[in-house]
């Protein structure tokens, strides 16, 4: 029987000769590596297999390709658990569309003088990317390669067992932004079971805090009840807070039902000022 010395020293001889196999090959490493992964959700062992399903979704963008790929495999566990693993990285935002984020919100911003023109349209810009990004439960946060340019904490969506999901985050980055995730958006009759679950499934919070650049805090609008005949009702946008020694842009969650004398708006507590942003944002055009 193979010891746990001999396994360990078979490993250490593989990882040695690894680089040389992979020159030949025209792989990189990190490629290899998530292709042996992708090999090994098809694997006979049930925990190999739960294991590197686990360290692809760590992964995340760079091994979209590989699991692509794995669709066509005849493997039909490896198949199984590529088309899984592939719904999750839909929602996980990539290097590229946090640079891009980073970049809609400069333009936006250095666009206007107008404090209530840049507010619309950084609510518009997050909403869009937290539509794409935001996770299936609970919340995620991402930073920019660089650890400079940017911090994003995305509150999952309300269902109805549950509340949509506050943001929280503290970052030194440029742009450190916390979006709450959305109230629930329910049609009532096509709710299995009593509707007074619906209640609970609020909007979420959002809390950023940049210790030295711009904070965005994008809270959840409403729960908005639809019926056959319309709005039936709905619920309180989210509160939102942005500290900032420099601009604290803190968008509060909308009453959706648009019936609501005054509007049921979260509240929100920013700070700062969108001139002090704009001079922040100036050297990165030139």
């Known amino acids: 029987m193979t010891t746990t010395w001999t396994r360990c020293a078979l490993v ?5 000769a690894l680089p040389l196999q992979l020159r030949a090959q025209g792989v990189s490493p990190d490629e290899a590596h998530i292709r042996k992964l992708v090999e090994q959700l098809g694997d006979n062992d049930p925990d190999t297999r739960d294991k590197a399903q686990a360290e692809l979704a760590k992964i995340g963008a760079p091994a979209v390709p590989a699991l692509r790929e794995a669709l066509r495999s005849d493997d039909l566990e490896r198949c199984s658990r590529a088309k899984d693993l592939l719904a999750i990285l839909a929602h996980i935002p990539g290097e590229a569309d946090l640079v891009a984020l980073a970049e809609s919100l400069r333009k936006a911003f250095l666009a206007t003088e107008d404090d209530a023109v840049a507010r619309d349209h950084a609510r518009g810009i997050l909403a869009e990317f937290a539509k794409r990004f935001s996770p299936k439960e609970g ?11 940017l911090t994003i904490c995305l509150g999952s969506a309300a269902t109805t067992k549950v509340g949509g999901s506050n943001a929280q985050v503290k970052a030194d980055t440029r742009w450190v932004i916390a979006i709450g995730g959305a109230g629930l958006d329910v049609q009532l009759g096509g709710l299995p079971g009593p509707n007074d679950q619906v209640p609970d499934s609020a909007a979420g919070n ?13 809270a ?9 005949g319309g709005i039936a009702g709905g619920g309180r946008g989210g509160d939102a807070k942005a500290q900032s020694p420099v601009y604290g842009l803190a968008l509060e969650g909308k009453d959706r039902t648009g019936s609501m004398v005054p509007p049921n708006d979260g509240k929100s507590e920013g700070s700062g000022d969108l001139e002090s942003a704009r001079k922040l944002l100036v050297p990165s055009t030139k």
């Open 206 to 218: 959002a809390d950023a805090e940049a210790t030295q650049g711009i904070a965005i805090a994008l």
């Open 139 to 149: 919340s995620a946060t991402y930073t920019t390669q660089d650890k400079e340019t």
């Open 220 to 228: 959840g609008d409403g729960l908005l009840l639809r019926t056959a």
């Open 12 to 16: 250490a001889i593989a990882l040695l």
